[in-house]
């Protein structure tokens, strides 16, 4: 069952618990942030932004431009296997879920990227 609820979570909530995944890790705050502008186009100014302004995962997402190469991205996550979630905004959700989780496992980036 797809938890809607996370539209309206905070990007700024769920944040700490993305940089405390991937350094606890043993990767960088700057490889996460690679990670998210490579999926979004947010840079880590336009992440400051965010944070300070507490957006919304539907904001968020309304907001940012989607890698051309994200239907590259495969897998489960949560239970829910990425490239078949009907609910576009879910869909993006997880695709972030996905290559933070991939980040963290140590995947090179040149994998995550799908370069």
């Not at 942030?33 to 992440?47: A, F, K, M, N, R």
């Not at 890698?67 to 996550?77: F, H, Q, R, Y």
């Not at 989780?101 to 980036?109: H, N, R, T, V």
Request: aromatic fraction near 10%; include cysteine; glycine fraction near 4%.
């Amino acid at each position: 069952m797809m938890n809607t609820k996370v539209f309206k979570m905070s990007f700024a909530s769920v944040y700490p618990h993305y940089v405390k995944k991937v350094e606890t890790k043993g990767r960088t705050i700057a490889e996460l942030h690679q990670v998210i502008e490579w999926l979004t186009g947010y840079t880590t100014s336009d992440l400051t932004r965010i944070i300070e302004n507490k957006i919304d995962f539907e904001t968020f997402f309304a907001e940012a431009k989607l890698n051309p190469n994200v239907d590259k991205i495969k897998g489960v996550i949560c239970g829910y296997r990425v490239e078949e979630i009907e609910d576009p905004l879910y869909q993006k959700i997880r695709y972030l879920d996905k290559l933070i989780d991939e980040l963290a496992k140590g995947k090179s980036m040149d994998k995550i990227l799908r370069e």
